[in-house]
């Protein structure tokens, strides 16, 4: 650990990500209170289909303590919050992906949006994952309008529709022969990553493959449907 991380734990000690306890192994991404109460997924329920990708991956469903806390890390300045969620990504990506990546990207904010929050929680996933993982983190895609909060939309056509054109490549990106995974922090309808994994195709990407920290309801009814209207926008 660098001497710059130990004054961060000083000043900041790491604190379990679900309930808030300080953490008594700084190193670990949750206490073991949390561990064996959140609503993880295992075998094919953690795995969710998206067109254009080759399969996506979710450690955690969307439901019970989870909400809250990625609503708590995206609104907090607190980079280091996002570190916990990264580690199990990593290991979710780790254990699940047939083969290598070369590159990681994220669906990016739109501009306005970036301003207002300050920082892109899904591109620090990303940085963070491909650090830990040891995979280049690039940014590959903008976000060239707003767009309604996936979750406030019922239909799967109307997510669909409202995702449409909203993504776009970076000029100059060509992703020929490449193996890709794209981070988001919730899959929902899919929608959003569809969207993006086309774009990443259309570069010539040989490989997609999408990483969301938790995986919501199909139909995006959750007991904290409050809570995720404060989703991506
Ligand atoms: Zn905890």
Not at 4 to 21: A, I, M
Not at 56 to 72: K, M, T
Not at 119 to 125: I, L
Request: charged fraction near 30%; glycine fraction near 6%; proline fraction near 7%.
């Amino acid at each position: 650990m660098k001497v710059g991380e130990k004054v961060l734990d000083l000043l900041f000690p790491p604190k379990c990500p679900f309930c808030q306890r300080i953490l008594e192994d700084p190193r670990a991404p949750l206490c073991p209170v949390c561990r064996p109460r959140l609503p993880w997924l295992t075998g094919e329920a953690g795995e969710r289909k998206v067109d254009f990708a080759d399969g996506c991956f979710s450690p955690l469903a969307y439901r019970d303590g989870v909400p809250e806390a990625i609503r708590r890390y995206k609104f907090s300045r607190v980079r280091a919050l996002g570190k916990p969620f990264a580690q199990l990504m990593a290991q979710c990506l780790t254990d699940r992906m047939p083969q290598r990546a070369d590159l990681i990207c994220w669906a990016p904010l739109a501009r306005k949006r970036l301003r207002e929050r300050g920082f892109d929680q899904a591109r620090r996933m990303a940085e963070e994952v491909g650090r830990l993982c040891a995979i280049p983190a690039v940014p590959l895609l903008e976000k060239r309008r707003h767009t309604r909060p996936q979750s406030e939309l019922e239909e799967e056509s109307a997510r669909r529709a409202n995702a449409r054109g909203a993504y776009a490549l970076l000029p100059g990106v060509d992703l020929m022969g490449k193996r890709v995974v794209l981070v988001d922090d919730v899959v929902t309808s899919g929608a959003t990553l569809s969207e993006c994994a086309g774009l990443l195709r259309m570069a010539g990407a040989e490989r997609v493959w999408c990483l969301t920290l938790a995986q919501a309801r199909r139909d995006g009814k959750t007991a904290a449907k409050k809570e995720e209207n404060c989703w991506k926008k």
